[in-house]
């Protein structure tokens, strides 16, 4: 089946900006996880979705940052007045429940932002 | 605070060897750990698990030790590959949440 999409693959943008970046998770999957790598360290988590709602947002890094998910699949991860601290790779991960501590966690391609 | 460590940013070995990848943790309220491999361009795909009971997992080539006194986790690859060449990052996850937190990465490079 199909695994995590997201979309674009890369963006790039200028400092002040606002950027969507788009997450499609596997079918049927209740649980979705942004996290964002930076060079040369591993993902960190940023917000977690169980359905709708947003279960834990506190990696979110300050209020420019921001996700939703409407309808409880597709979820959108927006930043506001981009700054090139923001620069890095987005992963967008989903899993069947969310809430047990042996669920899987399946990643995406991820997001390489860029800006300048 | 960097709650899981990987010591070893790159890991050179020849095909059939051993690859031991480790990586430590601070956080005692771990109690699940795992490893992700990374390949260029592509997404962390999961490769194997341990609950905080056990003290090893081996699922065919990849044996996973956890020394819970130790804080301490690492991952063997035996015979190694050249295509187990990646990034492999470890993971944990405490019991009161959802989130992974990983360490650093290792470059493994297996050569032929």
């Known amino acids: 089946g199909a695994g995590v999409s997201q979309t674009p693959s890369n963006k790039v943008t200028e400092k002040g900006k606002y950027v969507e970046l788009r997450c499609d998770p596997i079918?049927?999957?209740?649980?979705l996880y942004w996290y964002r790598q930076s060079l040369g360290q591993g993902p960190e988590f940023l917000i977690y979705?169980?359905?709708?709602?947003?279960?834990?947002d506190s990696g979110l890094p300050n209020d420019r940052f921001f996700a939703v998910r409407p309808e409880g699949s597709v979820s959108t991860l927006k930043i506001q007045r981009t700054e090139r601290g923001d620069s890095a790779v987005y992963l967008c991960a989903s899993s069947k429940a969310g809430t047990a501590t042996t669920d899987t966690q399946y990643f995406g391609p991820g997001t390489r932002l860029t800006v300048l | 605070d960097q709650q899981v460590k990987q010591n070893s940013p790159s890991l050179s070995v020849q095909e059939g060897r051993i690859s031991i990848l480790n990586c430590d943790y601070t956080?005692?309220?771990?109690?699940?750990f795992l490893w992700y491999k990374k390949y260029p361009a592509e997404g962390p795909t999961f490769l194997i698990s341990i609950s905080s009971i056990k003290d090893k997992n081996e699922d065919g080539r990849f044996t996973v030790f956890l020394n819970k006194s130790a804080k301490h986790l690492s991952l063997h690859i035996v015979p190694s590959q050249p295509g187990d060449s990646a990034v492999y990052f470890c993971?944990?996850?405490?019991?009161?949440?959802?989130?992974?937190?990983f360490g650093e990465g290792t470059q493994l490079t297996v050569n032929p």
């Open positions: 979705f169980q359905g709708t709602g947003a279960a834990d």
């Open positions: 993971a944990t996850r405490g019991t009161s949440g959802s989130r992974l937190t």
């Open positions: 956080n005692s309220m771990f109690d699940y």
């Open positions: 079918s049927g999957h209740t649980a």
